[in-house]
T-cell receptor
Framework: DAGVIQSPRHEVTEMGQEVTLRCKPI?????LFWYRQTMMRGLELLIY????????DSGMPEDRFSAKMPNASFSTLKIQPSEPRDSAVYFC???????????????FGDGTRLSIL | KNEVEQSPQNLTAQEGEFITINCSYS?????LHWLQQHPGGGIVSLFM???GKKKHGRLIATINIQEKHSSLHITASHPRDSAVYIC???????????FGTGTSLTVIP
């Protein structure tokens, strides 16, 4: 059974470029989470969706960040324009259950390691 | 001020030792999570609990809601347990998710 699939695994790009990270949640899961992990700040929740609807995006750092979930099997996190301080590992996770943060564990993807030069 | 505090930050143990990692929080929560992140970077959800105790293999997680404290125990530790263990809490408002800074565990053969 496939887990959460993220792509690309690694991304290196120059500042100012648009970056798009992709996530395919586990089939049947109706909650999806985007996280960012840095050495300085650890893990941070950026945004989460329930039934494809963004529920809370208060963790999104700036307007340069946007996330979409056009259907139950796909989500994107976009950074435009990218800056060196956006360099981090970005994780996507999904879980099942009727409510966000219901009593179900989250399943994490392997992450995208993003480096902005 | 961190809503979630973990201790110790770093821990080195001999294979076979009993290990305890602690997590304290200062906010009202609906659930507490223990995550494991291996050196390769992948994150695995170990436990989610809101009361009492859960056990999975050699791992045991406990929570005391009144004291706002949770512990993760590893019995008969093994080098493959070497990882960063992260505590996270879901606020009882359901709209925030706070992480501890992690405990880096190294188990020496």
């Amino acid at each position: 059974d496939a887990g959460v699939i993220q792509s690309p695994r690694h991304e290196v790009t120059e500042m100012g470029q648009e970056v798009t990270l992709r996530c395919k949640p586990i089939s049947g899961h109706n909650s999806l989470f985007w996280y960012r992990q840095t050495m300085m700040r650890g893990l941070e929740l950026l945004i989460y969706f329930n039934n494809n609807v963004p529920i809370d995006d208060s963790g999104m750092p700036e307007d340069r960040f946007s996330a979409k979930m056009p259907n139950a099997s796909f989500s994107t996190l976009k950074i435009q324009p990218s800056e060196p301080r956006d360099s981090a590992v970005y994780f996507c996770a999904s879980s099942s259950g009727p409510y966000v943060y219901s009593n179900q564990p989250q399943h994490f993807g392997d992450g995208t390691r993003l480096s902005i030069l | 001020k961190n809503e979630v505090e973990q201790s110790p930050q770093n821990l080195t143990a001999q294979e076979g030792e009993f290990i305890t990692i602690n997590c304290s929080y200062s906010v009202g929560i609906s659930a507490l999570h223990w995550l494991q992140q291996h050196p390769g970077g992948g994150i695995v959800s170990l436990f989610m609990l809101s009361s009492g105790k859960k056990k999975h293999g050699r791992l045991i997680a406990t929570i005391n809601i009144q004291e706002k404290h949770s512990s993760l125990h590893i019995t008969a530790s093994h080098p493959r347990d070497s990882a960063v263990y992260i505590c996270a809490v879901t606020l009882n408002t359901g709209n925030q998710f706070y992480f501890g800074t992690g405990t880096s565990l190294t188990v020496i053969p």
